[in-house]
Nanobody, 115 residues
Framework: QVQLVESGGGSVQAGGSLRLSCVIS??????????LSWFRQKPGETSVLVAL???????NYGSFVKGRFTISRDDAQNTVYLQMDNLEPEDTATYLCNVLCTGYWGQGTQVTVSS
């Protein structure tokens, strides 16, 4: 059974930082062979890509990130991270991790940024 467990969300003031973690277990394939991503979803809206890292180490970020967030992975720990700096109220959302090109999603962690 594949499980993705996010943590690290919370409430911060604008300009603050948070580091999200997602531990992934139960994959049939080698963790190093999959791409990983973070999406976010606001109430009443569809989820949008925040960041992804491929199995080759290539990165891609949503246009709204503007250099504020960094995705990274620790293959030894089966974990993907999202470092978020200079947070804005518009970043308030539920953040979900995903194994690229699969239906495997975490349950989400809430991030709330106050002005």
């Amino acid at each position: 059974q594949v499980q993705l467990v996010e943590s690290g969300g919370g409430s911060v003031q604008a300009g603050g930082s948070l580091r999200l973690s997602c531990v992934i277990s139960g994959l049939a394939s080698d963790f190093k062979s999959v791409g990983l991503s973070w999406f976010r979803q606001k109430p009443g809206e569809t989820s949008v890509l925040v960041a992804l890292v491929t199995k080759y180490g290539d990165f891609n970020y949503g246009s709204f990130v503007k250099g504020r967030f960094t995705i990274s992975r620790d293959d030894a720990q089966n974990t993907v991270y999202l470092q978020m700096d200079n947070l804005e109220p518009e970043d308030t959302a539920t953040y979900l991790c995903n194994v690229l090109c699969t239906g495997y999603w975490g349950q989400g962690t809430q991030v709330t940024v106050s002005s």
